[in-house]
């Protein structure tokens, strides 16, 4: 397979174009300007490269470019669902969701995900594979080529485990917000994690402007090990410790997601220890009614229930919002498309994935 020339950064590129291609380093920044400002799909749309060039790139290049192979768009709001073809026949999902401060897209990082948290739709089949920069980069271009509307706002909450794609997804974020690209501001990009403690320390370091969304979803860790199996190998001492140390170099207030799942994790007496853990970090908490999935029996709260839970975090001076539900009416929560989708067809795929926690 060749490497895929939306995955390298223009610096990358430049050397490519004099070491390898024996070409002037000025054509590395005309091709990543029809590759990420222009947003082209082929390489013969690339009008100011010579045919000779073009054909020297096809050769040594893969363009990968998403197929839209479905899109739902929901009738209560515009949340618009769409499930993405890969090169190799994976599939992915991405979602934009309209808001009043601008067009918010939540991206996959991972075809599937190997996290085995309990409630979640899109572990369900383990990890397919990482997604190459490029593939995330082309969530936001085809969505932004559908609808002829600019994006503001990324969240990395779609498919997979951001952080078990370091590399890629890191790049991914320098290569989004580069002047050079669509120059999307790091401090509208927010990275969901389920918590792989050394590598928000490693993440930590690079000093990005991005939020870190932390998923919490228990005040301790027997209830975390029964929802989250990556409990089993990270506390949640060594999770906020890690937060603390991610505020400390970035500056960036923590978000932490809490799914309520009726009998789980949502009494008042939960809401009590959530709040004496994390009082002294610098943080948000979005409280994330279930989304339930027909192949698990966890269940809603009543609404006032979870507005209990509200208040209480309120009363101990936590920021706490309930995230508004978007898209109701289009198979909500993640991995349900893609999910729903490779159930239609035959499979005879059943490797065993291997145990990691
Ligand atoms: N792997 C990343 C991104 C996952 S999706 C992470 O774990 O953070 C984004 C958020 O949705 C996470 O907080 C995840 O735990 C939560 N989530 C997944 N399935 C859900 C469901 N059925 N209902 C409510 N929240 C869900």
Redesign the pocket.
């Known amino acids: 397979m060749k490497p895929d020339i939306k995955s390298y950064t223009l610096d990358e590129l430049k050397n490519i174009m004099t070491d390898e291609l024996g070409e002037k380093p000025f054509r590395a920044a005309q091709i990543y300007r029809w590759l990420h400002v222009a947003l082209c799909t082929s390489f013969d749309e690339m009008t100011n490269i010579s045919a000779g060039l073009r054909e020297k790139l096809k050769e040594h290049f893969e363009l990968s470019v998403l197929v839209k192979e479905q899109l739902q768009v929901s009738k209560i709001d515009g949340t618009a669902k769409y499930l993405f073809k890969l090169g190799d026949g994976n599939r992915i999902e991405s979602v934009l969701m309209k808001y009043k401060h601008g067009n918010s897209v939540c991206i996959s990082s991972q075809a599937g995900?190997r996290?085995g948290?309990k409630?979640?739709?899109?572990t369900l089949d383990g990890l397919a594979r990482n997604l190459l920069p490029g593939e995330m980069l082309d969530q936001i271009y085809r969505i932004q080529a559908d609808t002829g509307e600019r994006v503001d706002n990324i969240v990395?909450?779609?498919c997979?485990?951001?952080l078990d794609n370091f590399d890629n997804v890191t790049k991914f974020l320098k290569m989004i917000s580069d002047e050079n690209g669509l120059n999307i501001s790091q401090r509208n990009i927010t990275v969901?994690?389920?918590g792989l403690v050394p590598k928000i320390r490693e993440l930590a370091e690079l000093n990005l402007q991005i939020t870190l969304?932390?998923?919490l979803?228990a005040p301790n860790d027997d209830i975390r090990k029964n929802i989250m199996p990556v409990a089993n190998k990270y506390s949640i001492e060594e999770l906020l410790s890690a937060c603390d140390y991610y505020f400390m170099k970035t500056g960036r207030r923590i978000t932490f997601?809490y799914?309520l799942i009726n009998g789980v994790n949502d009494s008042l007496k939960e809401a009590r220890e959530l709040a004496e853990r994390i009082k002294h970090i610098n943080s948000h908490v979005n409280l994330?009614?279930?989304?339930?999935?027909k192949e698990r029996s966890?269940r809603q709260g009543t609404q006032e229930e979870i507005s209990e839970f509200k208040k209480l975090l309120e009363k101990n001076k936590i920021n706490v919002t309930i995230r508004r539900e978007m898209g109701r009416d289009i198979q909500g929560?993640?991995?349900q498309l893609r999910k729903s989708y490779s159930e239609q067809e035959t499979r005879t795929n059943d490797e065993k994935e291997e145990e990691i926690f």
Do not use: L, V
């Open positions: 995900c996290m948290c409630f979640c739709a899109s990395i909450m779609g997979g485990e951001p969901s994690t389920c969304a932390i998923s979803h997601e799914s994330i009614p279930i989304n339930p999935i966890f929560a993640c991995g």
